[in-house]
């Protein structure tokens, strides 16, 4: 039988643990059970499908009337909640990741040395056929190009057979991808990777020794506590339950959180000040949570290895046709660039998508409230706006744009919603969260058309007055 128990988030009770007493939340999820609720694997088509994407954004649901000023249960250094919209009063880069490039594709100490040493020896490879072609005597390139005329297919049979070799070298190294079922290419050994692993925690530990909070840190225990609830409330995953969730809050603005492969957890205040309520900090972290139990992180270090292989054939070939070193520069560059934003690029796009999904899913089963992963990447996008940041487009990154990703994760919630009454967690009470964004919106408008020109003030245009109630 399905077991499942309740972390009850909703009304005034949420309102408690988020304003720095840790007691409370403990408190909240000692009274509560957690769900084991397992969604069958078998129907993975509508509830595992994968979301192809791809670090690494919202109100709380109220049970009080819209009409009503409610302070908004945002995790701080002091422990009291700000009067103003908590994504408003950072500094957030355009380069904004949940997920650090590190994460993204760490790889084994043997191809840093190889990789570069492969690729130096396509371009010298390259270069000694294209000098040795025009220091050859013009009836003697007429004789190999003949030749080559006459022995067409058994050229064409050779290229072919080294086609095969690589085809069946990928479908001998196709994966089943853990909840979702997608076949992926996985070059590297999970256990392995995961004990390299190990030294990128070493790495990060050393960079940020001098500002990890302590245990006894009200924003330490808060993600201690909802880590470990929807660690708890997952751990029918094999892939979850198998793994040491071991928690670090780094004291750094930079909104940013990531797991590593082996589970280890690091959470900037940053993003704990960027968020505004416990529901939205659970989902972000669930997407992170995600990444290692998919292992995206093997999984996109072996598909940069393979395609970098097969770069290493049209490189030779490049620095072989191109009449001189600068034009062959050239085409590299170009080559590289190709890669990067039609498959690299896409991949990790891919790899975002999926882990929002189950991510979503592991936060439904924690009866977190799922309507708020939709606010928060609405939040990111107009925090940039009023910023006055830069749009770029999504192609040029390795993450989907705010925008869209909101619109994805409204796809996603109604089946989380079903998921999270599969469970029997408690009905959500008051108006949506996305609703009270986008009356607040609403609002924010209508005051900036009343407040008159910007040199009627001595107020910065860019930088408008955030001073409207909300949930």
Not at 14 to 27: Q, V
Not at 285 to 312: R, T
Not at 338 to 366: C, I, N
Request: some cysteine.
């Amino acid at each position: 039988r399905n077991r499942c128990q309740r972390l009850d988030l909703s009304g005034n009770a949420r309102n408690c643990f988020l304003a720095g007493n840790p007691d409370s939340y403990r408190n909240l999820i000692g009274k509560g059970l957690r769900c084991l609720w397992h969604v069958p694997h078998t129907s993975g088509q509508e509830v595992y499908r994968n979301a192809n994407h791809s670090l690494g954004r919202f109100f709380s649901q109220s049970s009080q009337p819209l009409g009503e000023k409610i302070p908004s249960p945002l995790i701080s250094s002091v422990g009291q909640p700000p009067h103003h919209f908590p994504a408003w009063n950072i500094q957030i880069n355009r380069s904004f990741r949940i997920s650090p490039s590190l994460q993204a594709a760490p790889v084994p100490l043997f191809w840093i040395i190889v990789k570069p040493a492969q690729k130096l020896f396509a371009i010298i490879l390259g270069r000694s056929i294209r000098n040795w072609w025009k220091a050859l005597p013009p009836n003697k390139r007429e004789l190999f190009k003949e030749s080559a005329r006459k022995n067409k297919w058994k050229i064409l049979l050779g290229v072919s057979s080294l086609g095969v070799v690589f085809v069946m070298f990928y479908f001998t190294h196709l994966e089943e991808t853990p909840i979702t079922g997608r076949a992926r290419l996985l070059v590297f050994g999970k256990e392995h990777f995961r004990e390299l692993s190990q030294m990128e925690y070493d790495m990060w530990m050393e960079q940020f020794k001098s500002q990890m909070l302590p245990e006894t840190d009200a924003r330490y225990q808060v993600v201690e506590r909802v880590v470990g609830h929807l660690s708890e409330s997952n751990k029918d995953i094999p892939q979850v339950s198998a793994l040491k969730w071991v928690i670090h809050v780094v004291d750094e603005p930079g909104v940013n959180a990531f797991v590593l492969p082996n589970g280890q957890v690091f959470v900037f205040t940053g993003l704990l000040d960027a968020v505004s309520d416990i529901h939205q900090l659970s989902f972000i972290l669930g997407h992170e949570i995600a990444h290692a139990v998919l292992e995206h992180a093997a999984e996109k270090a072996s598909l940069v290895h393979f395609l970098d292989f097969l770069s290493l054939i049209f490189l030779t070939m490049i620095w072989a046709i191109c009449p001189r070193d600068s034009l062959a520069v050239v085409g590299q560059w170009i080559q590289s660039k190709l890669q990067e934003f039609m498959f690299d690029r896409p991949y990790s796009r891919t790899l975002e998508a999926e882990a929002d999904k189950v991510g979503l899913q592991f936060a439904a089963k924690a009866c977190v409230d799922v309507r708020a992963s939709s606010v928060f990447w609405q939040q990111m996008e107009l925090a940039e706006t009023i910023q006055g940041q830069p749009k770029l487009p999504e192609w040029l990154s390795t993450h989907p744009s705010h925008e869209n990703r909101a619109e994805h994760l409204d796809r996603l919630i109604p089946e989380a919603l079903k998921i999270r009454e599969s469970c029997n967690c408690p009905s959500l009470s008051g108006p949506d969260p996305r609703l009270i964004f986008k009356l607040n919106m609403q609002h924010l408008l209508e005051s900036s058309k009343g407040r008159g020109p910007p040199n009627s003030t001595k107020q910065d245009p860019s930088k408008p007055k955030l001073d409207f109630p909300h949930a």
